[in-house]
């Protein structure tokens, strides 16, 4: 009986298995046929759309959420669907990497390129008036960035933090090109209203170094210009600042020649050295500006040296007159006191009194020389001759002509002394046809009328004559 029934459940069991198979089975082909009867449907649906459109062969509107692509390995390469800002669209490699999307960002388009490693390398998009272009390294982080608004174009380089390093840029109606450290122009090259222009800054600090096209140089420290070098049409200027931004030296040069002042700290030029059309030179001012010193070329071509007071007045001055070197010396006032110079004979010193009269004279003479102190040309004053092979002679003068005269011969020392007239009148010294001294005594006539002398044999002797000289008598011990 126990047998019996293990049978049948056996059995059942069996019945129960070929029925679930034979369902399975059934549910499958019925999968197959709605899948066949699917694809009959949408075939039938895509040839009716044919049909209907016999005039083209192109489907006008298909619409779906979502657009995907696959390769032959049934992995997706690229999808297109609806995201925030509107439609997007992803491409993948063959390594499943996603490489490029594009899309909307809500202000424009947005344009993405990924490398493999998922790093963005290359973005394009649109901003809120303009478009701007980033190029990336390896690590993903913009390296290049382009960008354009109303005032023109921008490329610039930058850093890590997205620090500007370099730039190339459109501003308004000029261009730019800038490179430095971060964020810190340190050379740029720019346009301005007369031509191009070439700025170069220190690391740190502000000022540097500006070359406009137009012809000029300034080197700035802060906001203080130490040097300018500038040309133009008539020629090329330098000036040099100290650092409280006052000129100090100023060069310019043109056609006639060329010029170069020191000033002070009020900017008066204390020192100029110059080439002109008419000469060069050197001149010196004093803090109030006034010329005190001068050095160059004179009227005549020759070197002139000048000195002044402190008021401008002229009171010395070096140069070259007719015959040779000049050199004269005035009083504050200007009057002309002292001046030298030469001639053919030799040197000639003058001083002049305050009437600027010639009161006192040494001069060379030939072979020799003369003071004289006196009046000219009155005549009066005291006069000393010394020539090489003559008669060293003092002489003072009267109105009328020399009144005294004292000589040194070769047998000794000789005093003439001189009536109104300039006649000769007493004669005393060392005689000169005997020994000793004589004295001799002369009528208006210049004729001897007495002579005191000495004898050949040194005894005293006394001779007086008459008025014609003929009649002598003679007085000896």
Do not use: Y
């Not at 069991?13 to 694809?39: D, F, I, Y």
């Amino acid at each position: 009986m126990q047998t019996s029934e293990s049978s049948t459940a056996a059995a059942v069991e069996s019945r129960l298995a070929s029925l679930e198979t034979a369902l399975r089975q059934e549910r499958c082909r019925r999968r197959r046929l709605e899948r066949v009867v699917t694809a009959a449907g949408l075939v039938v649906a895509v040839l009716g759309a044919l049909a209907a459109g016999r005039a083209s062969s192109v489907v006008e509107v298909v619409q779906t959420r979502r657009l995907e692509v696959l390769d032959q390995s049934d992995r997706v390469v690229l999808v297109a669907t609806a995201a925030r800002h509107g439609g997007r669209v992803d491409i993948w490699d063959d390594a499943q990497a996603n490489v490029a999307r594009l899309g909307a960002n809500g202000v424009g388009g947005d344009l993405s390129l990924f490398d493999r490693r998922g790093h963005r390398s290359f973005s394009a998009f649109s901003a809120a008036d303009a478009g701007r272009l980033e190029i990336s390294g390896a690590d993903g982080v913009p390296a290049v960035i382009a960008t354009a608004d109303r005032r023109g174009g921008r490329v610039a380089a930058v850093d890590g933090d997205g620090r500007e390093l370099a730039r190339l840029a459109g501003d308004g109606e000029i261009g730019v090109v800038a490179a430095g450290v971060a964020n810190r122009d340190l050379v740029v090259l720019d346009a301005t209203g007369p031509g191009g222009r070439m700025t170069v800054r220190p690391a740190e600090g502000e000022g540097g170094a500006i070359l406009e096209g137009r012809g000029v140089l300034r080197l700035d420290r802060g906001a203080r210009r130490l040097v300018r070098l500038a040309a133009d049409e008539s020629g090329g200027t330098m000036q040099l600042t100290d650092d409280d931004g006052r000129p100090r030296i100023d060069v310019t040069a043109n056609d006639t020649g060329g010029l170069l002042e020191v000033r002070d700290d009020r900017g008066t030029p204390l020192v100029a050295v110059g080439i002109g059309a008419t000469g060069s030179g050197v001149r010196v001012r004093n803090a109030e500006g006034v010329g005190v010193a001068a050095m160059g070329v004179d009227a005549g071509s020759g070197g002139g040296i000048a000195i002044a007071a402190k008021d401008g007045t002229r009171v010395g001055g070096l140069g070259v007159g007719e015959t040779g070197g000049r050199f004269t010396l005035a009083g504050l006032d200007g009057r002309a006191l002292i001046d030298a110079g030469g001639d053919g004979d030799g040197g000639r010193i003058e001083v002049r009194d305050a009437e600027e009269r010639t009161v006192a004279t040494i001069a060379g003479a030939g072979n020799g020389g003369r003071i004289a102190v006196g009046l000219e040309p009155a005549g009066t004053g005291i006069t000393l001759d010394a020539a090489g092979t003559g008669t060293p002679t003092i002489s003072l003068l009267a109105p009328g002509g020399r009144a005294v005269a004292i000589a040194a011969t070769p047998s000794g020392g000789l005093l003439n002394l001189f009536d109104a007239t300039g006649t000769l009148a007493v004669a005393t010294g060392a005689a000169i046809d005997g020994p000793g001294g004589v004295m001799s005594i002369r009528n208006e006539r210049g004729i001897e009328v007495v002579r005191v002398g000495t004898t050949s044999d040194d005894r005293g002797l006394v001779a007086v004559s008459d008025a014609t000289g003929g009649r002598v008598r003679r007085l000896s011990p």
